[in-house]
Every structure is written in C-alpha cells, then in structure tokens.
C-alpha cells in the first residue's frame, strides 16, 4: 500500500507542496506502514516555488516519478527514482508488460539530460509569466481566478457579466485571435485552465491577455 502525493498539485492549481508537508507525510507513512510516492510530474516547478532542491522535497518518499517534458521542454519522456532496485526492476517488468517499452531510446535520453541541465532555472520566467497573465485578467478583466498563482499554472472563470458559455468563449477567441485556451474543468466544466512553458514568451502573453480581455468586453457588449 502507498499514499501518493503530486507535486505541485494540478487541479489545485499548480499549488506546490512544501518540504514541512511532504516531511510530516513521510511520517505519517511509516507510522501506518505505507510507502510514500511523489507523483512529481512538475516536481521542479515545486522547488522553484519554495526555492529549495527538488531533493529536499522528495526525501521521505520511497519513489519518484518525474516528467521531462512538462515544463523542461524534452519533447517526450519521464523517470521514474528510487533506491529500491527490486522495486525498479518490477516497474520495468511491469512497463514492458503494458506495452511501454522502447529501442533506440538513447536520442531521447539525450533530450532529457539536456532539459534537466538547461531548463530548470529557468522556470522562474514561466513562473512569473503565469502571474503576469492572471494580474491581466483578473485586474484588468473580471476574470475570477480560483486561488493564487504560485507556479505555471492555474484556472480561471469568466467575469461573471460575461454571457458567453465557455465553449463559446474558447472558440471564437481561437477563429477570431488565434489563441487556443484549454476549457471545460471542474464540476460543471466552467474552469479554464493556463500552463505557461518555455515556448510562451512575455509578449506571447501580453498578446493571449489583449485577446482574452477584448473577448470577454464583446461577451459583455453582447448582453
């Protein structure tokens, strides 16, 4: 059995876990006799957040899984860490099993060590890009985010003036701007969800944000 925690949490809004809490559930873990996994699929947007070594935020955990493409640009991949080598050698068995296998898998290695060696200082600038767009919409807009930005990620809602329907709004904001925003989360498919990266420069933002907010002026305009 195993408690698994992700990190930074997606459908909280790319909210990150702290070293305190990850501490207090690697604790947690041995006095109920579990195994503690970080699902840290964005584990370095975490410790970019709280300005701490990634390792310092997955040390009660008995296993790691971390992607290479989310955020550190690699166009494909994901490692999984442990110190158990039974535990990774039945994880392989089990990958191969389930058709996850792959041969000449050296190029893609390659992308990866060079995504952890160049990409992951960066990710400030994705950070505060995320921030830059929410200030746009939530400052300039009405547009309701659904808790602070801690990372590169994070929903919103339309203002609540707004008489356009979220499918609406994400269409005609693609055909009439150019500009693809990813809808339907939460219960009843109201939340808009952003992930800023490194192909997502400040000015690809500040253009994404005019767009946004001139739609949402029409929404109104058409009420």
């Not at 876990?17 to 559930?25: D, H």
């Not at 300039?140 to 707004?162: A, H, I, K, M, S």
Request: proline share 2%; aromatic share 6%.
């Amino acid at each position: 059995r195993a408690l698994c925690l992700e990190n930074t949490h997606n459908m909280l809004g790319g909210v990150p876990l702290s070293v305190e809490y990850t501490t207090a559930m690697g604790d947690l873990c041995q006095e109920l006799n579990l195994r503690l996994h970080v699902d840290g699929a964005r584990i370095f947007h975490a410790a970019t957040a709280h300005q701490v070594d990634a390792a310092e935020l997955c040390r009660p955990a008995h296993s790691v899984s971390v992607c290479l493409s989310k955020g550190l640009g690699a166009p494909l991949g994901s490692v999984l860490v442990s110190d158990d080598e039974e535990f990774l050698r039945i994880a392989k068995r089990w990958r191969k099993k389930c058709g996850g296998g792959m041969r000449q898998a050296g190029v893609v290695a390659a992308m990866g060590l060079y995504a952890l060696q160049n990409n992951v200082e960066r990710l400030v600038e994705d950070h505060a890009n995320a921030r830059r767009l929410a200030d746009k919409l939530e400052g300039d807009g009405g547009f309701v985010l659904t808790r602070n930005v801690d990372t590169n990620l994070f929903y919103f809602t339309l203002p609540e003036t707004n008489v356009l329907t979220p499918q609406e709004f994400a269409e005609r904001l693609l055909s009439e701007h150019g500009v693809k925003v990813s809808h339907g989360y939460g219960k009843q498919g109201q939340l808009f969800r952003v992930v800023t990266h490194l192909d997502v420069s400040e000015s690809d933002i500040d253009r994404a944000a005019h767009a946004m907010l001139s739609m949402a002026a029409r929404g109104v305009a058409a009420g």
